[in-house]
């Protein structure tokens, strides 16, 4: 049992971690078929492998571990990030993670595993535990950018309300492989908004200033409520707040 044992150091792994743990393409296609039959092992999906533990007979890796190794460059992201940090306003069964490789939606053990787009490998942090994730800087411009996909605009703000600060030369460093001047108009207005909760200094809103579009914008689909606000020549809600404070709103679908 010393090749399981090894296996289960990794808790989940690749044909091409058997190979090397196996020596040769056709013994590492034979351990893998035998360790499925015995229930070692179970396939999360093509070419990925969760080991399982014989005392349980649960998967040893656990959400976030499964989606580091879904490609080489995979790493936790979004909404899955800010639940990683403890800062997720509610537990999702979708898992988000980003890769620039092309990777189908799939579903293991009750979680949806969601691909979205991977900009660099700045901002991406290595844990000893096998998981790679965003940054919590990069972790909230990429949820700006991507609200309408991972959860919508009140779940993004009680995320944002539940961190205790922010590193704005992070921000800012988040927000420059974008190259998106709408971006920063977007990341200036929501974080503005919140600036005392997050300790956030006005040079950082300044930089985001000096580069955002200097065409008028939404910052999403126009609403009726939706006013100027003239600094980031942004259409958005008067109040930011008061999404989060009513609760239940038109804005739960965007």
């Known amino acids: 049992m010393e090749r399981y044992k090894k296996l289960a150091a990794l808790r989940c792994f690749t044909h091409k971690d ?7 393409e056709s013994a590492a296609a034979w351990q893998i078929k035998d360790y499925l039959q015995k229930g070692y092992i179970e396939r999360v999906r093509r070419d990925l492998y969760a080991v399982i533990s014989m005392e349980t007979g649960q998967a040893i890796p656990n959400r976030y571990q499964i989606a580091s190794r879904v490609t080489d460059d995979a790493c936790v992201s979004h909404h899955s990030a800010f639940e990683y940090y403890g800062y997720g306003n509610q537990v999702f069964y979708d898992m988000y993670f980003a890769t620039v490789k092309r990777v189908r939606p799939f579903s293991y053990d009750g979680v949806n595993y969601c691909p979205l787009i991977c900009r660099g490998n700045a901002g991406v942090i290595e844990t000893d535990t096998g998981v790679r ?3 919590l800087e990069r972790t909230v411009i990429d949820s700006i950018a991507d609200f309408e996909k991972i959860g919508g605009l009140e779940e993004l703000l009680r995320c944002l309300l539940l961190i205790p600060s922010l590193d704005p030369n992070r921000l800012l460093d988040s927000l420059e492989p974008y190259g ?3 971006l920063y108009q977007k990341a ?3 974080l503005e908004e919140m600036k005392d909760e997050l300790s956030l200094p006005e040079h950082f809103f300044t930089e985001c200033e000096k580069r955002a579009s200097a065409s008028k914008t939404y910052l999403f689909e126009k609403q009726g409520d939706f006013v100027l606000h003239k600094r980031w020549k942004l ?20």
């Open 188 to 190: 200036g207005y929501i």
């Open 180 to 182: 998106r001047s709408q």
């Open 133 to 135: 994730v965003t940054s």
């Open 235 to 254: 259409f958005a809600p008067k109040d930011l707040k008061a999404i989060v404070v009513k609760g239940v709103t038109d804005y739960d679908a965007i």
């Open 18 to 24: 058997m190979v090397r743990l196996a020596g040769s």
